[in-house]
């Protein structure tokens, strides 16, 4: 039974899967017991002044330092805007376009204290792909970082849904429309009551279809991953200061660098551009105790170190979006003596759900199911698998898969359980190993990647005839985007055409989305039917 909604815009509550669609939620334990009603952003922000850390810096990011004071003062100013100025009633879905900056901080919690059901999208994101994500969530209005509002703009002239774009300034200045409007504004609001399975966040995550899904997540799904994975395993504290790699607009991105330092007191540092140097700089400068960030990027920061850097004030280093090589983890631990935690999560349950923990990490393994959560590897009938012998990853615990208005909830949720898509086996001793991916998504260096959706930006190039798009391993990356491209008569196979259709892709989706191998074939290998074999271009 859902509890009461403070919703006016019924869309997100009407929009939820059938009752009986859920996974089994599991919320007997203290830590995720939440009252009847309770907004997510209060409690990062004002919470945090109430209990006297209001002098304490929240956010440290483009030149600029914000006190918890401050951004609770900020946040107020801006819902106050979104509510007077911009129409915004409880329920109506607000998206924000920004990298990652106090200034989109900001946004996302002045909005979601003003009631809306925020979406984060990423940068690099086209307005191709911006029009999907407004559809499918009926976004009237958006909040654009000023130095990305092309995209935006070019997404809203051509939408039946996105009404209006309002601009603010993610550097250090307050030079856009929704930054004078709100510095108009008074520093007190009364946010919105939102009831605790009111849907505050919807995350977008692409389907192997390159249709993006919608998970819904509840004001209290998002305390959930802090009271249970940022307290339990990385113990959190007021004295912690993080930093990370992954956007904002991913929730693994808005756990680890906006949600688990605001819960508890602690500073986030946030970087639009993340490399491994800039990464580095961060840690050393501001004495960052948690980074989060993938392999690759771990990998670079031991080299750093040769040469001299200091990344002596972390006390733990979290590893995910891709799986943590053994020799990674050897190195590391090796090198710095820090715990390097790897883990598993997913857009569907928010956060990481299986982890090692700073007392009990080993190379090679993902960890034990996160205080809360259980986790079984079954087989096609849902039946547990020996252990030891690869099956489908199944999990439960007090989040879980809701997509909005989506037939492939009944495929993400089975007998109560959430299937991630992974592949994994379980030891002797508990601890979950993964195998593989059970789908054709690609993921490299953390992000992603729908192979049919680049197929289709490829097949939009003049020199192209048919292709086929796979992942294959890569040391670095994890995995990186392969296309095998049956070129049209009289185009040249060679190095000019390679460079020709990653810059065409660049251009049409997300630039991250790109081939970074392309092999021209004379033609696909093909079932009887026509359907492209896949798995022989892996061979």
């Known amino acids: ?26 919320l007997e334990r203290p ?117 990305l509002a092309e995209d935006m703009d070019r997404c809203a002239r051509d939408s039946r849904f996105l009404k209006r774009v ?20 008074p520093t007190s609001f009364d946010a919105i009551k939102t009831g605790r399975d ?21 004001h209290r799904d998002i305390l959930a991953i802090a009271d249970g994975y940022a307290q339990s395993v990385l113990g959190v504290t007021p004295d912690d200061v993080f930093a990370g790699s992954p ?34 700089k961060i840690i050393d400068t501001h004495k960052v105790t948690i980074c989060f ?55 569907e349950l928010l956060h990481i759900f299986i982890t090692n923990t700073p007392d009990d990490n080993k190379p090679g393994v993902t960890g034990k199911p996160v205080v809360g959560y259980e986790a079984r590897v079954v087989g096609d009938d849902m039946n547990d698998m020996p252990k030891g012998q690869v099956g489908k990853l199944a999990v439960r615990g007090p989040t879980g898969c809701r997509y909005l208005a989506d037939d492939r909830q009944a495929g993400y949720v089975r007998d109560g359980w959430n299937l991630t898509g992974d592949a994994f086996f379980e030891d002797e001793d508990g601890y ?14 953390g992000y992603n990647i729908a192979g049919p959706e680049v197929e289709a930006a490829l097949l939009a190039h003049e020199a192209v005839s048919e292709c086929a798009v796979v992942g294959v391993d890569h040391e670095e990356r994890g995995q990186i985007v392969k296309a095998f491209v049956v070129p049209v008569s009289g185009y040249a196979g060679d190095a000019e055409l390679v460079k020709a259709l990653q810059d065409h892709v660049k251009q049409s989706i997300a630039p991250y989305k790109y081939p970074r191998a392309v092999e021209f074939i004379k033609a696909l290998p093909k079932t009887q039917t026509g359907k492209v074999q896949r798995f022989r271009l892996k061979e």
């Open 1 to 26: 039974m859902l509890g009461p909604t403070a919703h006016t815009d019924t869309f997100s509550r009407d929009n939820l899967p059938a009752r009986d669609m859920w996974p089994d939620l599991i």
């Open 31 to 147: 830590e995720y017991r939440y009252p009847d009603h309770i907004n997510v952003a209060v409690e990062l922000t004002d919470r945090n002044v109430e209990a006297g850390h209001g002098d304490r810096f929240a956010l440290i990011g483009n030149g600029r330092k914000r006190t918890y004071r401050e951004l609770a003062d900020w946040s107020n100013r801006i819902a106050r805007a979104l509510v007077e100025d911009f129409g915004v009633e409880p329920g109506n879905r607000v998206l924000i376009r920004s990298g990652n900056n106090p200034a989109m901080v900001a946004a996302w919690l002045g909005a979601t204290k003003a009631g809306a059901v925020v979406v984060n999208t990423m940068p690099m994101l086209r307005a191709a792909e911006l029009s999907k994500i407004v559809d499918k969530a009926e976004i009237a209005l958006a909040l654009c970082d000023t130095r």
């Open 166 to 185: 309002v601009l603010f300034d993610g550097s250090r200045n307050h030079e856009a429309e929704l930054d004078e409007v709100a510095l108009g504004k």
């Open 198 to 218: 009111d849907v505050a966040l919807l995350g977008f995550t692409s389907g192997t279809t390159g249709q993006p899904k919608a998970t819904m997540h509840f």
């Open 247 to 280: 956007p904002l607009a991913f929730t693994f991105g808005l756990g680890g660098l906006a949600v688990f330092p605001l819960r508890f007191g602690a500073t986030a540092t946030l970087l639009e551009e993340a490399t491994p140097p800039n990464l580095v």
């Open 293 to 347: 960030t993938a392999p690759t990027a771990y990998r670079a920061m031991m080299g750093a170190m040769d040469d001299g850097a200091d990344l002596s004030s972390l006390r733990l280093a979290v590893s995910a979006g891709e799986t943590l090589p053994a020799p990674v983890y050897k190195d590391w631990v090796a090198k710095t003596g820090v715990p390097i935690l790897d883990g598993i999560g997913a857009t």
């Open 432 to 445: 979950f190993h993964f195998a593989a991916r059970t789908d054709d998504m690609i993921i490299s260096s």
